[in-house]
């Protein structure tokens, strides 16, 4: 499966089957999808990001495409 077009309900019950104690190893072979993407989906979630959105690793706390930095 492509993570093109997943649904954010989709990834909700994904998540919620690994917060309930699945490995997320175990989860995305289940699925067929890459395990770094659970990953990322833990990630966004636990920081309150929505699906999708990207964070500005060189200026923390920015989050989005296209943060122009400070001059």
């Known amino acids: 499966m492509s993570e093109v ?3 954010p309900e989709f990834r909700r019950k994904v998540l919620d089957l ?3 104690g ?9 699925l067929d999808l890459p395990s770094q993407s ?17 964070v500005n690793r060189d200026r923390p706390g920015r989050v989005g495409r296209g943060a122009v930095p400070d001059r």
């Open 5 to 7: 077009g997943v649904t």
């Open 18 to 20: 690994v917060k309930a």
């Open 22 to 30: 699945r490995p997320v190893r175990q989860v995305a072979a289940d």
């Open 38 to 54: 659970l990953y990322v989906w833990l990630r966004q979630d636990r920081i309150g990001l929505r699906p999708g959105a990207r």
